[in-house]
């Protein structure tokens, strides 16, 4: 089928993600119970994909039916190059994580990342006010990057970061500008004075992984803290937050509300975050 035409009508829509790993990813079973709760005809597929492969099976993907596919590592940053259309979020953040195939055969190239962050804060801490204080980071990576974007775009007035490689943060610092203020990693416990919103954006927390273990002597018991981390899903840095009295979040809410965006987009419908979902993918 010309990729110009319209998709017949009895069309089946496809999507899936392309990682490579791609067995661990909660994807499918997130999009999987999203599908059966709906009753939506479709399917999503995990697929692993060779970075030498992955030109080649974005052209052929749209001409299988399928209407998208999310992204994952190692191909988040090399997608953009493929895409026809790049919003401007995935743009500032330097990664997409969701694909679109138009039916006219475009690709068009997003990052929800940011968005299922704030998302799951606004959830699981309706009052949290990010204007409240300052806010302060711990990473500079791929998912620090589309945090920096969201909490810049929720109104933060100053935003702390630090990393254990300092020159990443300086680097997020050159890119999103003067309201970003660099910490050294060896004085990372200096960050959390005053700040009203803690994120833990490493990997440090993971299962199999150290803990991220800062001095929280300066955490005030008013700050909201987050893990990007969710296996476990209260990490020993949350742990830790929750002993000095601070509200805690897990990172399990931001993936599921990462997702819903690329659901309706692909299935036509805004799918629902809530405890079934949770448990579906915790399953
Ligand atoms: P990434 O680009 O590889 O970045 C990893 C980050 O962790 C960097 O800041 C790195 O610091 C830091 N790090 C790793 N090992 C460290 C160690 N031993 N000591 C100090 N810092 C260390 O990964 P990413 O994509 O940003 O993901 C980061 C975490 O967020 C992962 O655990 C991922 O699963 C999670 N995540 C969750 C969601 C969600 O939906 N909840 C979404 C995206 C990511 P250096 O720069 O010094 O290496």
């Known amino acids: 089928m010309p990729d110009d035409q319209p998709r017949h009508p009895d069309h089946v829509p496809l999507a899936g993600v392309i990682g490579m790993p791609i067995a661990h990813s909660r994807s499918p079973r997130l999009h999987g119970h999203w599908l059966r709760r709906y009753g939506i005809a ?19 993907l749209p001409r299988l039916g399928f209407v998208g596919v999310n992204v994952t590592i190692p191909h988040k940053e090399a997608v953009l190059a493929l895409a026809d259309t790049v919003t401007d979020r995935a743009a500032l953040i330097g990664a997409a994580n969701t694909l679109i195939f138009r039916p006219d055969g475009k690709i068009h190239a997003d990052n929800t990342d940011g968005y299922g962050f704030v998302a799951n804060l606004r959830q699981n801490a309706p009052d ?3 204007k409240a204080g300052p806010a302060a980071l711990i990473g500079a990576g791929g998912a620090a990057r589309a945090v920096v974007a969201s909490l810049l775009d929720s109104g933060v007035g100053e935003l702390r ?6 020159i990443r943060s300086e680097q997020i610092k050159s890119e999103f500008g003067a309201r970003l203020v660099v910490y050294d990693w060896a004085q990372a416990g200096n960050m959390l004075e005053g700040a009203a919103t803690v994120v833990n954006a490493t990997s440090l927390g993971m299962d199999g992984k150290q803990p991220l ?27 830790d937050a ?42």
């Not at 970061?161 to 300092?166: C, E, S, V």
């Not at 273990?213 to 742990?239: E, Q």
């Not at 929750?242 to 819903?260: E, F, K, P, S, Y």
């Not at 965006?261 to 993918?281: K, S």
Request: aromatic share 8%; proline share 10%; hydrophobic share 45%.
């Open 42 to 60: 479709g399917h999503y597929i995990p697929m692993p994909v060779m970075p030498e492969h992955l030109a080649e099976v974005l052209r052929a």
């Open 128 to 130: 949290w006010w990010p």
């Open 161 to 166: 970061i630090t990393n254990r490689t300092r």
């Open 213 to 239: 273990r800062l001095p929280l002597d300066a955490l005030s018991p008013d700050a909201l803290v987050t893990d990007l981390v969710y296996a476990p899903l209260v990490t020993p840095f949350l742990r």
């Open 242 to 283: 929750q002993a000095r009295g601070c509200r805690i979040v897990d990172g399990l809410g931001m993936l599921l509300h990462q997702a819903a965006p690329g659901f309706e987009c692909w299935f036509g419908r805004r799918p629902e975050v809530d405890d079934d979902l949770r448990r579906a993918v915790l399953e």
